[in-house]
């Protein structure tokens, strides 16, 4: 009953490769996020959806290209990836203008060799 | 530009020891503020969160923030840790769009308790 499930777990690829993690929430939510955090843990936004619609960008490469077919599920496609894309990306959802804070998945560790 | 600090990077306590973890915001309007977990090698977890009403908040786990308007924090406090309570802590405020909200996080505290 995982209410944010990510796959895969763990990505481990060669630079220049091309992968895509993908996301799913059963919350009924209908806003999305993908977070990225470094090996400093810092945490930062990279997208948002609402309801398939894309409404927050941002200053991210665009190899990093985002999908939402649902509102229930968010992908994120990294095209030519680089070593320094190494990182824990974390999806989350929330409803939206809704002050109770987002449910996070349990991450994604991506590291490019 | 909407910032949230974290003043301590590293702390290190004993088993039952008091805990305070600064945080400050930079944000003069009406502002939610969240307190964040996340325990090694997991994702992030809602600690306690504040909106408006009783500064005071109670979260999980026996923690608790103080919402200080004129000091722009929300500190994070529990009255004795455990060797459990080991995890990295992020401060965060929402700032809020029409179609939703984006969490802007803080840099973190590792906390380390030994036992």
């Known amino acids: 009953d995982t209410a944010v499930s990510q796959t895969p777990k763990y990505l481990v690829t060669q630079m220049g490769n091309d992968k895509s993690i993908k996301c799913e929430q059963n919350?009924?939510?209908?806003?999305m996020y993908w977070y990225k955090q470094d090996s400093k843990k810092f945490l930062k936004i990279m997208f948002s959806y609402n309801n398939k619609e894309l409404i927050i960008n941002e200053t991210v490469p665009n190899r990093f290209s985002p999908k939402s077919p649902d509102k229930a599920h968010l992908n994120l496609h990294i095209n030519s990836l680089e070593l320094g894309d190494s990182a824990v990306y974390f999806c989350?959802?929330?409803?939206?203008?809704?002050?109770?804070?987002?449910?996070f998945g349990s991450g994604t560790r991506l590291t490019v060799v | 530009a909407q910032s949230v600090s974290q003043h301590n990077h590293h702390v290190i306590l004993s088993e039952a020891a008091s805990l305070e973890l600064g945080c400050n915001y930079s944000y003069g309007g009406t502002v939610n503020l969240f307190w964040y977990v996340q325990y090694p090698g997991q994702h992030l977890q809602l600690l306690l969160k504040y909106f408006s009403g009783d500064p005071l908040v109670k979260g999980i786990k026996g923690f608790e923030a103080e919402f200080i308007k004129s000091k722009f924090s929300f500190n994070l406090r529990k009255p004795s840790v455990q060797w459990s309570d080991t995890a990295e802590y992020f401060c965060a405020v929402i700032r809020f769009y029409n179609q939703g909200g984006k969490l802007i996080f803080g840099q973190g505290t590792e906390l380390s308790v030994k036992p």
């Open positions: 989350a959802s929330s409803q939206a203008a809704s002050n109770y804070g987002y449910t």
């Open positions: 919350l009924g939510h209908d806003t």
